[in-house]
């Protein structure tokens, strides 16, 4: 994206100083216009050469409104593609940062689940030795209830471990690899 709006503000450019070369004169040489002494060539007019040589150092002042107009053209388009430019930059840069953002939430949270599941695995394993000495005050019921709330925990910490790989692989296509 950034690269495409970079060689589009560039080409932009380029008309923009072809339109500014519009006001200067321009000569051009070439091989069928000349003297000639060969035998049985006819020679050129030298005064038909200096008239055309003037023509060609005179047409940018006859021609000055076309050249404004396309050089106002030319500006015109290339400020386009400055705006193209820099909003393509800016969301560059935005995509960037909502992907690290990303990357850095997750990974804290991945920190917290896990600190989560250790210990509700420790409380599952307390609920069972709790049920296995018989103790009045621990039913089946409160067993499953710490399993539940163990598995519930490993779900969460397997979604933000997905989202953490979906936060990388946006992070490295925002920067550009991968497409």
Known sequence: ????????????????????????????ITANGGFTNL??????????????????????LFARGQNIARLKAAKAQ??????????????????V????MLYQKSTEKAVLLQEQVGKLATSVE??????????????YLE???AQQQLLSAQMSELSCNLTTAQAVINLYQSLGGGR
């Open 1 to 28: 994206d950034i690269r495409a709006a970079e060689e589009s503000l560039a080409a932009a450019y380029y008309t923009t100083a072809g339109a500014r070369s519009g006001f200067y004169p321009s000569l051009n």
């Open 97 to 100: 940062s909502n992907a690290m």
């Open 78 to 95: 290339q400020e386009q593609a400055m705006n193209n430019f820099e909003y393509a930059l800016m969301s560059a840069s935005a995509e």
């Open 126 to 139: 307390i609920t069972e030795e709790l049920l296995k000495l018989g103790g009045m005050s621990t039913t």
């Open 39 to 60: 035998v049985g060539g006819m020679v050129m007019n030298p005064g038909k050469w200096f008239i055309q040589l003037a023509g060609q150092l005179t047409a940018p």
């Open 143 to 145: 067993v499953l209830t």
